[in-house]
């Protein structure tokens, strides 16, 4: 039974150890019998946190262009292992995450319509969501915006990107301590 549950659970995509497991117990299937099922699975390579979270970040950051901050979060919910997690994201590195947060910038800039600084917010707030760090996102708007057109240029040259993003790393940290 528990067997059946683990290949219907992977037959519809990868799934994580902590995933299965929590399948299984939903399911009632026993703690011991479980164990014993998931350890097997991870013998015969199965189940292979590393290779999901790996896999994890590659598709995520392609397909949905998140940073790693979101991707973390999301490995997180699947229960992969902090470092197993963290080796998985070291392969994405800043250079990569950058081009990354500028193609989405060109991408959404050339149907935003509004005000430069209407347009700026829209589109930080959109990486943002997307787990990029203040910097990361504000250079990639200000770059983007620069090259749009002359009024969107003269915006963007306004922008002092290491202040904005400095005034936002310390608004996010005094938010944390009141938490």
Same mark, same amino acid.
């Given at each position: 039974?528990?067997?059946?549950?683990?290949?219907?659970?992977?037959?519809?995509?990868?799934? !994580?150890? #902590? =995933?299965? %497991?929590? *399948? @299984?117990?939903? $399911?009632?299937?026993?703690?011991?019998?479980?164990?014993?099922?998931?350890?097997?699975?991870?013998?015969?390579?199965?189940?292979?946190d590393?290779?999901?979270?790996?896999?994890?970040?590659?598709?995520?950051?392609?397909?949905?262009?998140?940073?790693?901050?979101?991707?973390?979060?999301?490995?997180?919910?699947?229960?992969?292992?902090?470092?197993?997690?963290s080796?998985?994201?070291?392969?994405?590195?800043?250079? !990569?995450? #950058? =081009?990354? %947060?500028? *193609? @989405?910038?060109? $991408?959404?800039?050339?149907?935003?319509?509004?005000?430069?600084?209407?347009?700026?917010?829209?589109?930080?707030?959109?990486?943002?969501?997307?787990?990029?760090?203040?910097?990361?996102?504000?250079?990639?708007?200000?770059?983007?915006?620069?090259?749009?057109?002359?009024?969107?240029?003269?915006?963007?040259?306004?922008?002092?990107?290491?202040?904005?993003?400095?005034?936002?790393?310390?608004?996010?940290?005094?938010?944390?301590t009141?938490?």
């Open positions: 039974m528990a067997r059946e549950i683990c290949l219907r659970q992977l037959a519809v995509r990868p799934r !994580t150890r #902590a =995933e299965l %497991a929590g *399948a @299984l117990t939903k $399911r009632g299937i026993s703690e011991e019998v479980a164990a014993q099922v998931l350890d097997r699975y991870d013998e015969v390579g199965i189940i292979d590393a290779a999901f979270a790996r896999a994890w970040v590659t598709s995520r950051h392609a397909g949905r262009g998140l940073a790693r901050r979101a991707l973390a979060n999301e490995l997180r919910q699947r229960g992969v292992d902090g470092e197993v997690a080796e998985a994201l070291g392969e994405l590195d800043e250079e !990569t995450e #950058a =081009e990354t %947060a500028r *193609a @989405l910038v060109e $991408r959404k800039l050339r149907t935003a319509r509004g005000e430069p600084d209407a347009v700026f917010r829209r589109l930080v707030g959109m990486l943002a969501r997307k787990g990029y760090p203040p910097g990361v996102a504000i250079r990639a708007v200000k770059d983007a915006l620069a090259a749009q057109s002359a009024e969107a240029a003269e915006f963007a040259e306004h922008i002092d990107a290491d202040a904005l993003a400095d005034a936002e790393h310390d608004l996010d940290r005094d938010t944390r009141l938490d």
